[in-house]
């Protein structure tokens, strides 16, 4: 067999920050403040994620789902699995908001095209809002940006009038 160089294939991008190897060094890990009512918050390892309902264009519900923290080998089994939780609780209109994200894998991108594709079966849709720039470099990389359209805020995407529902012509 001939040899093949794989390394090609390989995109590298250089990340505008520095891991938090603070957990490592035995510095507590920062936690989130105590939810506000009508919140949730799951806590994992390398993830917090808090959840609080919100109202979409047309008056759907919706929910918007803050991450924070690293969506990594430690971070993607608590993400994928708080997620399916909420399509198990019926919500099919979810806004993720990536403001504290400092890490995502390609793992977590198959997460959320499976995601986008469970939403859609029921009805509703996948948002992405406050995406940060070296990870909408990799989506565009990767050619994910046709998927995803990402939002600069919540309330750019929870009222994108493209979500309302067309007028029947009479």
């Not at 909408?136 to 009222?159: C, D, H, I, Q």
Request: charge should be positive.
């Amino acid at each position: 067999g001939a040899n093949c160089d794989l390394s090609s294939l390989f995109i590298s991008f250089p990340l505008p920050y520095t891991l938090d190897r603070g957990r490592e060094a035995g510095r507590p890990r920062k936690t989130m403040p105590p939810p506000a009512p009508g919140k949730k918050t799951f806590s994992f390892p390398a993830l917090d994620i808090e959840v609080e309902p919100a109202t979409a264009a047309g008056g759907a519900p919706a929910l918007i789902v803050t991450l924070r923290g690293e969506i990594g080998m430690q971070g993607l089994e608590g993400f994928h699995r708080s997620l399916e939780d909420l399509l198990l609780e019926g919500h099919a209109r979810l806004l993720l908001n990536f403001e504290g994200i400092r890490y995502m894998g390609s793992g977590g991108f198959g997460a959320l095209l499976l995601l986008k594709s469970k939403t859609a079966s029921r009805g509703g849709w996948l948002k992405i809002c406050r995406l940060p720039s070296y990870l909408l470099k990799v989506m565009s990389a990767m050619g994910l940006e046709r998927f995803f359209k990402t939002y600069p805020g919540p309330a750019e995407a929870l009222n994108d009038p493209e979500d309302l529902p067309v007028p029947a012509r009479t």
